[in-house]
């Protein structure tokens, strides 16, 4: 038996790879710390796992539609009127099993084979396979300070460009876009027709700037633009699995005649859930983004003091990604040798740059304890001294 060529080109998801292995090293009874997870370590908040408990014992727990109950529909569209700025209906919103199936399913309603994607790079692991498995070509474009340069976008489009994958926070590097920055994109864009799918998973996750969704700019590139989001970094809900897409109605149709046929509706229990998020108390936001911000200045702090290790301050998320380059050598050739003999020797995990397409950087997550955090770096400096 031989498997597509589809199946054949994928690549496995090396951040959940490597974090497997610290998880299989965790249970032989291994001391190991894991910077490697991109979820948040607080635990959900009471009144959304009562909404779930509540939906289970009234029996809600049958078939929904495809895309979502009207219910959660009416409030993502209320988020992003609060939030954002945008003025949605409910046709044009599609509730996924997570913001991953919203942006596959968005990425298969928009991309032909042969179709060109523009990439910044460093991008999130899953682009470039879901740009594959809709037979597109991802074009790379590597950014400058971590962010998309508009003289480098316009100078990479050409008549096969369909799209523009923009994610602000971002992940890996933290990055968040300013508006005058998404006004000069949003106007290239504009100007090319091209669509832009806006990755805004991170949006609350924001410390010393102001997320702006580049669909708010103005009515020409909202047309343009697919906006992607959901509850599991705001409201700590990585395995209830809610997403969402918002946009064009048709391309939303689209996406939803795709669901029909993958995975139909997502959970009905977690949808009274995800509803209970965004209708529901936001007071721990604050909280939790305060006390990511202290691990973050902690973290790039002593990542910094660590000779040969260049740690840039993340505007968002909760992540640092550190280039380490310098520490490479006969024996570390990139990042892959450089985190996993991190992991053998040191018993610490982190997510190599390459995952990213940036082979001269390591991510770390904060979204870990302040205990684990000094535990971490402090063998991860002892680690950089041995292999300088």
């Not at 090293?25 to 959900?44: C, H, N, Q, R, Y």
């Not at 049958?62 to 409030?75: D, F, H, Q, R, V």
């Not at 939790?288 to 040969?308: Q, T, W």
Request: aromatic fraction near 10%; hydrophobic fraction near 40%; glycine fraction near 6%.
């Amino acid at each position: 038996m031989k498997l597509s060529k589809r199946a054949q080109t994928v690549q496995p998801s090396l951040t959940l790879s490597i974090t497997a292995k610290a998880k299989e090293m965790k249970k032989k009874g291994l001391d190991v710390v894991s910077f490697g997870a991109g979820e948040p370590d607080f635990d959900t908040m009471y009144n959304i796992k009562e909404a779930a408990k509540k939906a289970i014992d009234e029996g809600f727990t049958k078939y929904t539609p495809t895309s979502g109950i009207i219910e959660l529909k009416e409030a993502v569209v209320a988020k992003f009127r609060r939030d954002n700025w945008i003025d949605f209906k409910t046709n044009e919103v599609l509730v996924s099993t997570g913001a991953k199936q919203a942006l596959f399913n968005v990425i298969m309603s928009l991309v032909d084979p042969g179709d060109e994607v523009i990439v910044p790079v460093p991008y999130w692991v899953s682009y470039e396979e879901m740009v594959k498995l809709a037979e597109g070509k991802c074009v790379f474009v590597n950014s400058k300070n971590f962010k998309l340069d508009p003289d480098d976008l316009e100078a990479a489009i050409t008549p096969k460009t369909k799209m523009l994958l923009l994610n602000s926070p971002s992940n890996p590097t933290g990055a968040v876009y300013e508006e005058s920055e998404l006004k000069k994109i949003a106007a290239i864009c504009v100007k090319h027709g091209i669509w832009v799918v806006s990755d805004e998973i991170y949006e609350k996750l924001i410390y010393d700037k102001k997320h702006v969704s580049i669909a708010s700019l103005n009515d020409r590139i909202k047309k343009l633009t697919i906006v992607i989001n959901g509850v599991s970094k705001t409201y700590a809900m990585t395995g209830w699995r809610i997403g969402f897409a918002a946009g064009d109605a048709e391309v939303i149709a689209a996406a939803t005649r795709i669901q029909d046929h993958t995975t139909s509706n997502p959970s009905s229990i977690a949808q009274k859930a995800a509803l209970a998020a965004l209708t529901g108390p936001q007071d721990h936001i604050p909280k939790m983004v305060f006390e990511y911000k202290r691990r973050r200045d902690f973290m790039a702090d002593r990542l910094n003091s660590v000779e040969g290790v260049v740690a840039p301050l993340p505007s968002g998320a909760f992540y640092v990604f550190a280039n380490v380059s310098a520490l490479y050598n006969g024996e570390i050739k990139g990042s892959m040798d450089f985190c996993h003999k991190l992991l053998d020797e040191a018993f610490v995990a982190a997510i190599p740059g390459v995952a990213f397409g940036d082979d001269n950087c390591v991510r770390f997550s904060y979204a870990t304890g302040m205990a684990n955090i000094e535990r971490g770096l402090e063998r991860f400096a002892k680690f950089c001294g041995k292999i300088k």
